[in-house]
């Protein structure tokens, strides 16, 4: 059986977007917006995580070498 698929960043930041929106809208109960919170809470660890290996990936792939820049392979860990 096939490994089922992350939701890619795009979709994680989309997803936590449309809870703020949601939440901002004042139609939801307490218990809706704690629920929401804590949704978004998870979404927002999630999108953090890529973007600090997004970044990682960045700082190795260009580095200064004796004066010259020298072009590494990207590789983004996770994927």
Request: glycine content about 6%.
């Amino acid at each position: 059986m096939a490994k089922k698929q992350e939701p890619s960043f795009e979709e994680n930041l989309q997803a936590l977007e449309n809870i703020v929106r949601q939440m901002e809208g004042g139609e939801l109960s307490l218990a809706e917006l704690m629920e929401s919170y804590a949704a978004g809470v998870q979404l927002s660890q999630k999108c953090m995580k890529d973007l600090e290996r997004a970044e990682k990936a960045m700082d190795i792939m260009v580095r200064e070498e004796a004066g010259t820049l020298q072009e590494l392979e990207l590789k983004i860990e996770g994927e």
